[in-house]
């Protein structure tokens, strides 16, 4: 019983950080639009900072949020797989970790001049 538990618990703390990372990518902060993309890495440009860019991409497990200028955030561990691609011109983000497979069409869209 206590195994069922612990696993429950584990499976609500991953969820809570895909939304929870949801919200700092599409949040009033950065107000991002998407720059390029591949399966691995996404860049972002914040409207906030144009100063800067910033890449989605996965490192020792973890999807994080890096600069061009150094230092990072991590957003979600242990990832085991992810992908990047555009669905109807915004970010789709996939990601397996060992207990889960989450899926996301954001609102991080394409800019267009």
Same mark, same amino acid.
């Given at each position: @019983?206590?195994?069922?538990?612990?696993? +429950?618990?584990?499976?609500?703390?991953?969820?809570?950080?895909?939304? %929870?990372?949801?919200?700092? !990518?599409?949040?009033? /902060?950065?107000?991002? +639009?998407?720059?390029?993309?591949?399966?691995?890495?996404?860049? !972002?440009?914040?409207? =906030? /900072?144009?100063?800067?860019?910033?890449?989605?991409?996965?490192?020792?497990?973890?999807?994080?949020?890096?600069? /061009?200028?150094?230092?990072? @955030?991590? !957003? !979600?561990?242990?990832? +085991?797989? %992810?992908?990047?691609?555009? /669905? %109807?011109? %915004?970010?789709?983000?996939?990601?397996?970790?060992?207990?889960?497979?989450? +899926?996301?069409? =954001?609102?991080?869209?394409?800019?267009?001049?």
């Amino acid at each position: @019983m206590q195994m069922i538990t612990v696993h +429950s618990q584990q499976k609500y703390e991953e969820q809570l950080a895909w939304y %929870h990372m949801l919200g700092e !990518l599409e949040g009033e /902060d950065y107000q991002f +639009s998407l720059e390029k993309i591949t399966s691995q890495k996404a860049q !972002l440009e914040p409207h =906030t /900072d144009k100063e800067r860019t910033y890449l989605l991409k996965a490192k020792k497990g973890n999807l994080i949020l890096t600069t /061009d200028k150094g230092g990072y @955030m991590p !957003l !979600l561990m242990g990832v +085991s797989a %992810h992908n990047f691609s555009v /669905d %109807h011109g %915004h970010l789709k983000i996939e990601a397996t970790t060992k207990l889960q497979r989450f +899926s996301a069409v =954001t609102a991080i869209g394409e800019e267009h001049e």
